[in-house]
Each structure stands twice: as structure tokens, then as C-alpha cells.
């Protein structure tokens, strides 16, 4: 196993930035790829070996490749191409850049699942019969995350409860899917608040959620500054889950609120980063024990988004839940760092 480094630091990569995404080596073996901002520090480089081995999936290799967040649309493309051209790359698990890469190359996939053709992400790429398929695993995997540690009834027991989500990616919008559309209709949030640094993704998302006809009240907030996001959260009645899909605090240091924003009442936080410098967190411990937040990071949803994606790069079937995925969730938190 071996990481491939392409990051450029907090800059615009160098335009001598290489043209090829794979070394002058070819492939050896069967290799799925892990296309994020800083791969290298992800639990995953280390728990693959040992789910390979459990999944029984013979001798085969992880390597990671880092973009810049937003990264140049060329680079999305090389990186695409050469996964579908090479006989010995089976598929990628994309995190951070998924609109982004699904946006630039969209066109060089042979079948696009049609819930990651609407919301305009792909996370799994994968083969079947030597044709490259795009798929979107957020919306399954955020609800399996999200029920995980939400109570059963909480949204029909907390009638005035909201959710406030900051930042406005792939995995918002996959999470917002799940609150809109999977929960019965008398179990849902009263109110669903996006917020995020700029417009093009709250309009995307506007655009997907139309689609979807909810009668929930979903606000598009464009908030360029921790303090905006602290103006949407700091309203927000008790019970409220307050989401931070922003990055920060594991591909850039930070929070996306400051540190006088004031959490909801027995509120429910959730920050979709398990690693980095996690100052959401440290913010939501400041204020449990007279708000009486729980508070959830993104360990349980690394976990499920890895297991489905590797289970569509491989072709087999993916645990969900019971024995066999606590046991591969106990193999990952036996190496988490």
C-alpha cells in the first residue's frame, strides 16, 4: 500500500503541477483510489490493509490522491480518465471534491446513478463490465450515521426542533435528502436552515430540493463569515441539530462559527470530521454542561461511506449494520488516530 501525495498546501497548485496522476510505474495490483485534500492522514490509509483482509479481497492496494479543494477541472479529468483506463484500477472513493470532479467529468462516465446525476456529487466510482459508473453513497450513509446517534422519535418529540447546516457540499446535500424524504412525514425537523460562504451551492441545492416537493421550510442563508453562521445558529430552538459539513477543522484549521456563538438547548451537534484540529468540538464541550449538548463527530460516517464504496469498487455486498459491521467498525476504531 501506498500514498500518492499531489497537495499543493492552502495555495492554487503550480502549473507545473504533473499532468498524470499515477507514477511511471504501472499498477502492479488490483488499487482503489481515495481522492481527497490529505489523504495520507486519514484512518483509512491504515485500516484498509486490515478490511481487505476481513472482506476477504485478496491482494490489493489503496493509494491517495490530493487536489486543493476546488482544484482545476483538468485535474479531476486526468484523474478520472486513468482510473477508467487502467485494468488494474478497479474505482475511487471521492471525498471533498465531489461536485467538483462530477462536474468536470462527468461526461467520462458510462452510467451516472440517477440520485448522483440530480444532486451533481459522485463519491464511488466503479466498473462493471469495463464500463465506469458514477455513483453518490452520501444519502444512505448520512442517514445511517445520522440514526445512529439520533434518538428513534426525536423530531416528533421535539416538535419545534431545526436543523442548521453549515456549509453547502455533496454530503449537506445528501443529508438534507435523507431529513426530506427517507423519516416519516410526522417525524422530521420543523425547519431546515444552508448556509454557506458563497451562492452557486445554495442555488444548487435550492434547485434539487424543488424537486423534491417537502413541505419543510428550507432557508438558504449565504453567510461568508463565522459570525453570519453564528447569527443562524444562535436562534435556533431547543433540540435543534446544528451540522458542521464545512471542512474546517480537518482540510483547513478553524471553525465555521466563533467561539461566542450560542449552541441550542439540549441540542444535537454534529461535526462531519472525525480528525484535525476539530475546534467545532471544542466549541460544543464549552457549552455541554449548561446546554446539555450531545455531541457526534464523523467517525460512524467515515466508516459506513468507506464500507459502501468499497463495497461497489470490489463488487460485493456491503454491512450496514449487525455482527459483521460492528466487527469491520471495531477493525477501523482499533486504528483510528
Request: glycine fraction near 8%; charged fraction near 20%; aromatic fraction near 10%.
Amino acid at each position: 500500500m501506498h500514498s500518492l501525495s499531489f497537495q499543493a498546501g492552502p495555495l492554487a497548485p503550480p502549473e507545473d503541477f504533473p499532468a498524470h496522476i499515477m507514477t511511471d510505474t504501472p499498477l502492479e495490483k488490483p488499487t482503489m483510489f481515495f481522492i481527497g485534500v490529505n489523504t495520507s492522514e486519514s484512518s483509512s490509509m491504515q485500516v484498509f490493509p486490515s478490511w481487505a483482509e476481513e472482506l476477504g479481497l485478496g491482494d490489493v492496494a489503496l493509494v491517495g490522491l490530493d487536489f486543493v479543494p476546488h482544484d482545476k477541472p483538468a485535474r479531476y479529468r486526468e484523474a478520472v480518465r486513468q482510473i477508467k483506463d487502467d485494468p488494474l484500477a478497479r474505482g475511487a472513493l471521492v471525498t471533498t471534491h465531489k461536485m467538483d470532479l462530477f462536474a468536470a467529468s462527468r461526461d467520462l462516465f458510462d452510467t451516472v446513478d440517477p440520485l448522483a446525476a440530480s444532486m451533481g456529487e459522485v463519491s464511488s466510482i466503479y466498473k462493471r463490465g469495463g464500463k465506469l459508473y458514477a455513483r453518490t453513497v452520501d444519502p444512505v450513509c448520512s442517514g445511517l450515521a445520522l440514526d445512529a446517534f439520533l434518538p428513534e422519535d426525536h423530531w416528533r418529540d421535539a416538535e419545534d426542533a431545526e436543523v442548521c447546516i453549515l456549509g453547502a457540499g455533496g454530503s449537506s446535500l445528501a443529508l438534507t435528502w435523507h431529513l426530506l424524504t427517507q423519516a416519516p412525514e410526522d417525524n422530521r425537523p420543523a425547519k431546515i436552515h444552508v448556509t454557506n460562504r458563497s451562492n452557486p451551492r445554495l442555488e444548487h441545492m435550492r434547485a434539487f430540493h424543488a424537486a423534491l416537493n417537502s413541505t419543510i421550510p428550507i432557508e438558504y442563508l449565504l453567510c461568508p463569515e463565522p459570525g453570519d453562521n453564528d447569527t443562524a445558529v444562535n436562534g435556533l430552538p431547543a433540540g435543534s441539530l446544528v451540522v458542521n459539513a464545512t471542512g474546517l477543522g480537518k482540510d483547513a484549521p478553524g471553525s465555521p462559527v466563533t467561539d461566542t456563538v450560542s449552541f441550542p438547548n439540549d441540542g444535537y451537534l454534529w461535526d462531519f470530521n472525525y480528525r484535525g484540529d476539530l475546534h467545532f468540538r471544542t466549541q460544543a464541550y464549552a457549552q455541554r454542561p449548561y446546554k446539555h449538548l450531545e455531541f457526534e463527530d464523523g467517525w460512524t460516517y467515515f466508516v459506513h461511506g468507506w464500507l459502501h464504496v468499497i463495497a461497489d469498487v470490489f463488487d460485493i455486498e456491503a454491512p450496514s449494520a449487525g455482527p459483521e459491521f460492528e466487527k469491520l467498525s471495531d477493525i477501523a476504531l482499533a486504528q483510528r488516530h
